[in-house]
């Protein structure tokens, strides 16, 4: 009513959603002017869906029979044997199930010498977009194995309740789970991409924030994609963090019980994605 009483008629029509606001005066003789502005209703700006994508990887024959997948590459690496490749579990077969993570000391070199690393690499990431707007990354290994104590006391076993604090950085030239060494270290980044501290029991969940590094590999930024290597600063006594590889292939002599077989893939090291496209 108002719009039909004070529009000009010679305004043109109004077609769509528009926000008016009308001024009237009124005298005293109840005769008055009026003027009506409209201005488009303004339409709320899209947002875009966010999606969260698991980015995790089973063993590819968990029976044992063979090793190795192609979308992801683990491996520790241990100081004690630097010439060894824990991750080569055609070599192997009961060393490569394990991410040892810390200070195992069960060799004469006691509290130290005895450091553990572990690379992690995840080589398919095909299920994120090209283009997408990642918000986070961020990287999850569980505490999956407690080892028991030496009798002879120079391994008190893992899972000791001490809290330990593992730093995720990222790796800046190639490795391979198949050949990875303590005397053939990647090079990695000396500031860490994330720091978290847990206390060292069973199902201890460990969770990095790799955003930054995940950046580079999907944007194709100054450092392409190998991964990242996990290092406990400070160095811990007699303590150790141990997760679950991807791998699941295991000794025979041992058979696959506990962490390193439960069920294939459900502990296994997974990265967690955030995004949405722009």
């Known amino acids: 009513i108002l719009l039909a009483a004070c529009a000009s008629p010679t305004s043109p029509p109004l077609t769509g959603d528009f926000i008016c606001k009308a001024a009237l005066s009124v005298s005293a003789d109840g005769t008055g002017t009026g003027a009506v502005t409209?201005?488009?209703f303004p339409k709320p700006t899209p947002v875009s869906e966010q999606h969260v994508t698991v980015i995790q990887f089973a063993d590819p024959d968990p029976t044992g029979t063979t090793c190795g997948h192609a979308d992801v590459q683990d491996a520790f690496l241990a100081q004690v044997r630097p010439e060894v490749a824990w991750g080569n579990c055609e070599n192997i077969p009961g060393g490569t199930y394990k991410l040892f993570v810390g200070n195992l000391s069960n060799v004469p070199e006691g509290a130290t010498g005895n450091e553990y690393r572990a690379l992690i690499k995840f080589m398919d990431l095909s299920?994120?977009?090209?283009?997408?707007?990642?918000?986070?990354?961020?990287?999850?290994?569980?505490?999956?194995?407690?080892?028991?104590?030496?009798?002879?006391?120079?391994?008190?076993?893992?899972?000791?309740?001490?809290?330990?604090?593992?730093?995720a950085h990222q790796v800046v030239t190639p490795w391979g789970e198949k050949y990875a060494r303590w005397m053939d270290m990647p090079v990695f980044l000396p500031t860490p991409l994330d720091s978290q501290t847990r206390a060292n029991v069973l199902g201890a969940t460990y969770e990095w924030d790799i955003t930054t590094a995940f950046k580079d590999w999907l944007y194709f930024g100054p450092f392409i994609n190998h991964g990242v290597i996990l290092i406990a600063h400070p160095l811990p006594v007699n303590d150790f963090f141990r997760g679950k590889s991807h791998d699941t292939v295991c000794d025979p002599a041992q058979g696959c019980?506990?962490?390193?077989?439960?069920?294939?893939?459900?502990?296994?090291p997974k990265l967690t994605v955030t995004w949405h496209l722009p």
């Open 257 to 268: 019980s506990g962490g390193q077989g439960t069920p294939p893939g459900q502990d296994a």
């Open 127 to 167: 299920a994120i977009p090209a283009n997408a707007v990642v918000e986070s990354a961020v990287l999850t290994i569980e505490q999956t194995w407690c080892q028991a104590a030496y009798a002879d006391g120079s391994v008190p076993g893992g899972c000791s309740g001490a809290t330990i604090t593992i730093e």
């Open 38 to 40: 409209c201005a488009p």
